[in-house]
């Protein structure tokens, strides 16, 4: 791979403390079950549980994936119908987490 | 032939993707910190219609339109699409580049349908990113750049022979690379205000870049980083915590260029010592990050003031040179080694995964 000035290693804007007035965001960071679906290498989660209460996915918005130290987490954008919210999988810990309500 | 590919507002676009609550909106992706003191990173079509654009101040930004939609930068995020959009083209079989992280170029050759080419680009892009690109075609990376700008958003053009012309003559001279700035500025008080007036006087400066496939990376003159703090800050622990961390920052990447660097350049702005810039040449050249601060930190005492209010502040490193082989004392070789050791841990496990426990302090105050 060629690249001239564009480093992908330039991922320390994690030391960035994160304004939480972003676009009207509210950050939850919920332990969630997830059913999900794990199709040709890839990942679609269809419904999670959070304080029992059952949320179906209707669309996958996005989805991106972070490296934080040894684990791997793979973030979704998802939408039920009348909201957004965005959810994560950790690779190494099994666990879904409810984000933020975009 | 080359074929640009510029992404249209890439973080802009990748946040509205992202929450579709964003979509249709004027939007603006600014840094991690304040929103009100923050400049303008990337911003939406919706937002740039409103004469808002980057590097503009937010505040500047929300004064012009105060329903404007605020998001904090996440780098990562940009970083992967980035990366995902590169593996995908990849797959089409042609020698490509990174030019920047929303763009791309790729070599086409003698393609008998690069309109098509361009089009299906177009479709897999927004099939599996749900953002759109605009994309220029030409004989050379210049003229293809030029190209991709012509039709933004989501537009092809192709530039040929028979209508170098016609598409030169409307494209403004700053929309060519390099004549953004204070060239292009000089260049249109001369009389040229369109890319074909700087093409009747210097056609050499479009047909000699062929493209840069294959050519070993610039070696840089200067690595450097910055940034703007939320609010001024007094607190020298805080201060010494930003300069260390830009300090790291520079340090991996002159090692990840296996260069080191004598010279150091310190950069601090606040509202009592205004601008406060100084450089210091020293005797031995270092990759070593904490040198690299220990240098800075030499330079910063000669601010007059005491503990003054510092509201940004950048790190700099010139005079590059290639690095030098083992040590001829042990304990620099040791360190060394433990350098490398660290810079191990943050490769296989993503930057910032192990970091002296100082930068911490710059999570501490917002």
Redesign the interface.
């Known amino acids: 791979m060629h690249q001239s000035g564009f480093s992908p290693k330039a991922r320390w804007d994690m030391h960035i403390p994160e304004d939480s007035d972003s676009a009207g965001e509210e950050f939850l960071n919920q332990r969630i079950d997830c059913l999900v679906l794990f199709k040709s290498g890839k990942i679609y989660p269809q419904r999670f549980t959070c304080h029992n209460k059952e949320y179906e996915i209707k669309t996958i918005n996005y989805n991106w994936q972070e490296r934080r130290g040894q684990e791997v987490i793979n973030f979704f954008s998802v939408s039920t119908g009348t909201d957004a919210y965005q959810i994560s999988f950790n690779n190494t810990s099994f666990g879904w987490r409810l984000d933020k309500v975009l | 032939m080359i074929l640009h590919i510029d992404m249209d507002a890439f973080f802009a676009s990748?946040?509205q993707?992202?929450?579709?609550?964003?979509k249709g909106k004027p939007?603006i992706v600014g840094?991690?910190?304040?929103?009100m003191r923050t400049v303008v990173c990337a911003a939406s079509y919706e937002a740039k219609r409103l004469g808002i654009g980057s590097g503009m101040s937010s505040k500047e930004a929300l004064r012009i339109c105060p329903s404007l939609?605020?998001?904090?930068?996440?780098?990562?995020?940009y970083?992967?699409?980035?990366?995902q959009i590169?593996a995908m083209l990849e797959g089409f079989g042609f020698p490509?580049?990174?030019?920047?992280?929303d763009e791309f170029q790729m070599d086409i050759g003698a393609h008998p349908e690069p309109l098509k080419l361009a089009e299906d680009l177009q479709k897999q892009i927004y099939a599996n990113?749900?953002i759109t690109a605009s994309i220029g075609i030409a004989k050379n990376w210049l003229l293809a750049k030029t190209a991709s700008k012509v039709k933004k958003p989501n537009g092809v053009t192709l530039i040929t022979n028979a209508n170098l012309k016609e598409v030169l003559s409307r494209t403004p001279l700053g929309k060519v690379c390099g004549m953004a700035g204070k060239t292009g500025a000089i260049l249109s008080t001369r009389g040229m205000q369109t890319a074909w007036d700087l093409y009747l006087k210097m056609p050499e400066f479009f047909e000699e870049n062929p493209g840069?496939?294959?050519?070993e990376?610039?070696k840089p003159k200067s690595i450097g980083h910055s940034?703007t703090l939320?609010r001024p800050l007094e607190n020298p622990m805080v201060i010494q915590a930003w300069i260390r961390?830009l300090s790291?920052?520079v340090g991996?990447?002159l090692r990840?260029r296996n260069i080191s660097t004598k010279t150091i350049h310190l950069w601090l702005n606040g509202p009592e010592i205004g601008n406060f810039g100084a450089q210091k040449t020293f005797a031995l050249a270092t990759s070593d990050s904490f040198e690299i601060y220990s240098r800075s930190l030499k330079i910063a005492s000669q601010v007059p003031q005491k503990r003054p209010k510092i509201r940004a502040l950048g790190v700099t490193a010139s005079q590059l040179i290639p690095q030098e082989g083992l040590s001829l004392f042990l304990k620099q070789n040791q360190r060394e080694g433990l350098i490398k050791a660290l810079d191990r841990i943050n490769?296989r496990?993503?930057?910032?995964?192990i970091?002296p426990a100082q930068?911490d302090l710059?999570?501490r105050?917002?």
């Open positions: 990748i946040e993707a992202i929450n579709p609550r964003l939007l840094s991690r910190g304040n929103k939609e605020f998001v904090s930068a996440e780098q990562g995020k970083i992967w699409t980035s990366e590169f490509l580049n990174y030019t920047s992280i990113f749900n840069k496939f294959n050519e990376p610039e940034y939320p961390l790291e920052m991996e990447r990840h490769s496990f993503g930057d910032g995964s970091y930068v710059t999570r105050v917002k």
